[in-house]
């Protein structure tokens, strides 16, 4: 390919820093991830720069800077409300915690410093003067689809083993393989992953499940990277399902469940989890049939032991551990408007939207024994919740037509009895939609507190 030939539209932003650098003298381009996604036709998120230009001289050249790292040779150019990342040319010392360099050299030579850098498609670097620079076959693994180290695999993933886990994130992506010397590198140097932090290695896995593929996680159970970071995924791997309503085992079943709902992360970890407790509630009958009783309670307890591990944020993790423990609800015969009501009071307005879609996509991830009825069963509950939301029913505290200042105004002390007398309210609600009135709650809490209350409300 004729590397002239590629034309890249660089934002004015950029082009700015890039012309302010040529001005005075310096190289500079565009580099990395702006530059693949570009070719690939694909939105970059970030367009970063490498120059010649020392950080003290590219802070010189411009108003407003951040020293985001300066260390390693990298300012921050602001350019009206936008941060471009602007680093000099480097050359990087010994790793010695499989993540940083000790040093960093700053050299005059833009091939060495696309050297340091991951992969073939991520070491290429553009300016419209130039055009594309392309010196480790970039272009060649895009068009052939690979993810192939640059250099000596075993010396870039030595260096940083993140790049373990962005190999496997980057062939979930854009739907590459990876390169047999370099997946060889990445099964030898698996184990090196335990030196990273739990925040990076949870960046990586969300990067990877809410890819277009995220059933690649199978080349990280393949290749030993599950085995360090996720060793719950690697006894779903191993258990089987020979059962009527299943054609995989766990773990595959979780793999292709992802595929059936949107790239969203909580969706996504949600189905990666959906089945963690299977392994330990496996009992097989005299036929030989596998049975997974009680599971869900189990995944729940331990997605909630990953999910913190990984160090993900509280919201997510009670998100996905309700989704995971609730996955299953749907696979009922569809309740009347009054069950689903509780049902909605018990899971919650945030969760049980997104119930249906984890429902289907386990339904649609099983083998095709009763697949019909099922769904069928599912859009069932669904229209029976769209009914109940079109309706505006109180489902819970906050929609109720009364609250903790009106029942303090009748009388009632702040505490323990008043959340009591609340929920006693509710539960009124749930059974008949047409009590959530602020008179008739009102009678009813005035019932409690002159001590004459129904049977039913105490």
């Known amino acids: 390919m004729n590397l002239k030939s590629v034309v890249i539209e660089i934002p004015e932003g950029a082009r700015e820093v890039l012309e302010t650098l040529h001005g005075a003298g310096y190289e500079a381009y565009v580099v990395g991830g702006c530059v ?71 050299t005059p030579s833009l091939e060495e410093d696309l050297k340091r850098r991951d992969f073939t498609i991520n070491a290429m670097a553009y300016n419209d003067k130039e055009g594309l620079v392309d010196l480790f076959g970039g272009m060649e693994d895009i068009e052939k689809k690979m993810i192939r180290c640059v250099g000596d695999p075993k010396a870039r993933f030595g260096e940083d083993a993140l790049r373990i886990m962005r190999a496997v994130r980057f062939s979930a992506q854009l739907g590459y ?16 992953l335990r030196n ?21 996680l199978r080349i990280a159970y393949e290749t030993g990277i599950t085995k360090v970071v996720l060793p719950e995924f690697d006894l779903m791997m191993e258990t089987p399902q020979r059962h009527a309503h299943h054609c995989y085992n766990v773990g595959e079943h979780s793999l292709v469940s992802m595929t059936y709902v949107p790239a969203n992360k909580v969706l996504r970890l949600t189905m990666l989890f959906h089945d963690l407790g299977k392994p330990a509630c496996l009992t097989v009958d005299e036929e030989g049939i596998t049975h997974f009783y009680g599971h869900p309670r189990v995944s729940e307890e331990i997605a909630r032991k990953i999910l913190r591990r990984l160090k993900f944020d509280n919201d997510t993790t009670a998100l996905v551990c309700k989704l995971v423990k609730y996955h299953d609800y749907c696979n009922e015969d569809a309740p009347d408007q009054r069950t689903m009501r509780r049902a909605l009071n018990k899971i919650g307005e945030d969760a049980f939207p997104m119930m249906f879609d984890v429902c289907r996509a386990d339904i649609l991830a099983q083998s095709e024994y009763l697949r019909e009825e099922k769904l069928a069963r599912a859009q069932k509950w669904q229209q029976f919740y769209e009914a109940i939301m079109e309706q505006h029913e109180c489902v819970s505290l906050k929609e109720l037509a009364i609250d903790g200042n009106d029942l303090i105004q009748l009388g009632m002390k702040p505490g323990r009895e008043l959340g009591s007398c609340l929920q006693a309210l509710l539960e009124e609600v749930l059974e008949d939609p047409g009590r959530n009135t602020k008179e ?6 005035r019932q409690r507190i002159k001590g004459q209350m129904p049977e039913k409300m105490k």
């Open 196 to 216: 990273i932090s739990a925040e990076r290695i949870q960046t990586e896995l969300v990067k990877l499940v809410v890819s277009d593929h995220p059933e690649y």
């Open 36 to 106: 693949r996604d570009s070719i690939l036709g694909r939105k970059p998120q970030d367009w970063d720069v490498t120059t010649s230009a020392r950080p003290e001289e590219v802070k010189a050249l411009f108003r407003r800077t951040i020293d985001t790292g300066i260390q390693h040779g990298t300012v921050t150019v602001m350019i009206g409300s936008e941060g471009f990342e602007v680093t000099t040319y480097r050359i990087d010392g010994k790793y010695e915690d499989s993540r940083h360099p000790s040093e960093v050299i700053f």
């Open 440 to 445: 008739y709650l009102t009678e009813q809490a």
């Open 177 to 192: 393989e990876i390169d047999e010397k370099t997946k060889e590198a990445i099964q030898e140097l698996a184990p090196t």
